[in-house]
């Protein structure tokens, strides 16, 4: 088992900036692929960006393309997701994700992954 536990969420204002991490614990050797997923009140979960673990290969989605960046530290078993230039669209529960199969080296495959995290609010006020 893999547990999962955010940090860092918080309320800011349009144009600012936040820095969302995530604990990993447990069989964390088993870790191929990490994510960052998001769920906007009456929308589904839908996925942010992703990092492989071993290569640091990352994907994104097109809504955070160039405002957001994603990093592992593998000592650490830490997991990032620095976040610039925060629209009020981008508010949501933030949750991190990993998953033991090699089939997230595939941005399109990064999906039903075998653990997930609590999740950490985000708000960013207009």
């Known amino acids: 088992q893999v547990r999962l536990v955010e940090s860092g969420g918080g309320l800011v204002q349009a144009g600012g900036s936040l820095r969302l991490s995530c604990a990993a614990s447990?069989?964390?050797?088993?870790?191929?692929?990490m994510a960052w997923f998001r769920q906007a009140p009456g929308k589904e979960r839908e996925f942010v960006a992703s990092?492989?673990?071993?290569?640091?290969?990352?994907y994104y989605a097109n809504s955070v393309k160039g405002r957001f960046t994603i990093s592992r530290d593998n000592a650490k078993d830490t997991l990032s997701l620095q976040m610039h230039s925060l629209k009020p669209e981008d508010t949501a529960v933030y949750y991190c994700?990993?998953?033991?199969?090699?089939?997230?080296?595939?941005?399109?495959?990064?999906?039903?992954?075998?653990?997930w995290g609590q999740g950490t609010q985000v708000t960013v006020s207009s």
């Open positions: 990092i492989t673990w071993a290569g640091g290969s990352s």
């Open positions: 447990g069989r964390t050797f088993s870790i191929h692929a």
């Open positions: 994700a990993a998953d033991t199969s090699p089939r997230w080296d595939v941005m399109e495959l990064v999906t039903n992954p075998d653990y």
